[in-house]
Nanobody, 125 residues
């Protein structure tokens, strides 16, 4: 299987913005809902936001009002616009399938196995 192609991760100062993207071609089409997750070394991966086929979204409380998840028209690419970044947002960000698109906390579907290398976000204070 083709691994997702990530871009957009970078090092920014607190208060700055980044836009992440994750392209996984037709593989995303197998899933009715996609999500962004993030992971810090030594901690479990946590869900950030989800988006379903029509474009309905949910967000973890810690990013509400700051992050926006979106997808392109053919659902081959997932995006995460991150504004007002905080040092605690620093992590490796991954795209994946959530267990459900309707509940928080957002947990990964155990069948998703295409994490890839993710994209590193560093936020300095």
């Amino acid at each position: 299987q083709v691994q997702p192609v990530y871009s957009g991760g970078a090092s920014v100062q607190a208060g700055g913005s980044l836009r992440l993207s994750c392209a996984a071609s037709a593989y995303f089409l197998r899933w009715s809902c996609m999500a962004w997750f993030r992971q810090v070394p030594g901690k479990e991966r946590e869900g950030v936001a989800t988006i379903d086929i029509p474009g309905s979204t949910i967000y973890a409380d810690f990013v509400k009002g700051r992050f926006t998840i979106s997808q392109n028209n053919n659902r081959s690419t997932l995006f995460l616009q991150m504004n007002s970044l905080k040092p605690e947002d620093a992590a490796v960000y991954y795209c994946g399938a959530p267990a459900t698109c309707r509940l928080t906390p957002i947990q990964a579907d155990p069948r998703w196995n295409l994490w890839g290398q993710g994209t590193q976000v560093t936020v300095s204070s």
